[in-house]
């Protein structure tokens, strides 16, 4: 079956404008991760849906990111007023459920913010 | 502060020999412990994971194993190929994290033919 996807791949911006990110999780997974990953560091927790709530949302850095999962499947984190430092990969994940289940992870978007 | 620590020196290794990755924690009582494999480009692919309760576990060329009194887990790959060159990270969640796995910086693996 197919794996997680994540759209799109790169995504250039100028500082100051709205983006978002979309991932696909494998059906039938209901946890659902978003981790962002700077070079040379490992992934960075920003939050996890089980089902359509944010289960935690304690790694987002401050109120310009914003993550949804409306219907429990898709997910969009959402960046307001993007600033350079937020320039990184941004990983989705997504597990049969939380816990002590493998992640499968999505290829990632590359943001560089100019 | 509590941390995650791996070697962030690249381990170069001859084909055929075993190479052993290491991952130290500290100020964590974790309940379970995962390794992933990434490659460039791409996001982390799992690989094993070992409860708390568990000293070792095994899978193919694979062996990981765990000592929460060291605060250690040793990752090891016998008959290591070319092919296993890559980027290993080590994952923890607590106790406490609520299903939150907090991961190591990543220790790059340079297996030469």
């Known amino acids: 079956g197919a794996g997680v996807s994540q759209t799109p791949s790169n995504k250039v911006t100028e500082k100051g404008k709205y983006v978002e990110l979309r991932c696909d999780p494998i059906s039938g997974h209901t946890a659902l991760y978003w981790y962002r990953q700077s070079l040379g560091q490992g992934p960075e927790f920003l939050i996890y849906?089980?089902?359509?709530?944010?289960?935690?949302d304690s790694g987002l850095p401050n109120d310009r990111f914003f993550a949804v999962r409306p219907e429990g499947s898709v997910s969009t984190l959402k960046i307001q007023r993007t600033e350079r430092g937020d320039s990184a990969v941004y990983l989705c994940a997504s597990s049969l459920s939380p816990g002590p289940y493998e992640q499968y992870f999505g290829p990632g978007t590359r943001l560089t913010v100019t | 502060s509590q941390k995650i620590e791996q070697n962030s020196e690249a381990l170069n290794i001859q084909e055929g020999k075993t190479a052993t990755l290491t991952c130290n924690y500290t100020?964590?009582?974790?309940?379970?412990l995962q390794w992933y494999r990434q490659d460039p480009g791409r996001g982390p692919v799992f690989l094993l994971l070992?409860?708390?309760n568990e000293k070792e576990k095994r899978k193919e060329r694979l062996k990981v194993t765990f000592d929460t009194t060291l605060k250690q887990s040793l990752f090891h790959i016998t008959a290591s190929q070319p092919a296993d060159s890559a980027t290993y990270l080590c994952?923890?969640?607590?106790?406490?994290?609520?299903?939150?796995?907090?991961w190591g910086a990543g220790t790059k693996l340079i297996i030469k033919p």
């Open positions: 070992i409860r708390e």
């Open positions: 100020n964590y009582s974790p309940a379970y």
């Open positions: 849906f089980q089902g359509t709530g944010a289960a935690d």
């Open positions: 994952a923890l969640d607590t106790l406490d994290s609520n299903y939150q796995l907090i």
